[in-house]
């Protein structure tokens, strides 16, 4: 068995490009597992940059529940996951 873990190549949902992906899911459950299935190691490095500006600029405070949603459908469009078909319904 080998120890170290190679990312996985994977086509990024924003940048439409073959490249590795992230080593291991930013966060954890599904959406953890779709940022590594989905999203590429530059893509994922420029959304730490902008997840900051996003944090400040709508001033989002983490003792609201609410606020750890509003990051996320930021991060979903930066991303560019709401453009992909994912479910027919």
Known sequence: MNA????????CA???ET?????????????GEE????V???CWTEWLKVEVMVIN?????FMDPKA??????HMREFLCFDNAADSGE
Request: aromatic content about 2%.
């Open 4 to 11: 170290t873990t190679e990312p996985t190549q994977i086509l």
């Open 14 to 16: 924003r940048c439409g």
């Open 19 to 31: 490249a590795p992906g992230v080593a291991s899911p930013p966060y954890p459950g599904e959406l």
């Open 35 to 38: 940022l590594k299935s989905r």
């Open 40 to 42: 590429c190691q530059n």
């Open 57 to 61: 600029e709508l001033q989002l405070n």
């Open 68 to 73: 750890l949603e509003v990051l996320v459908g």
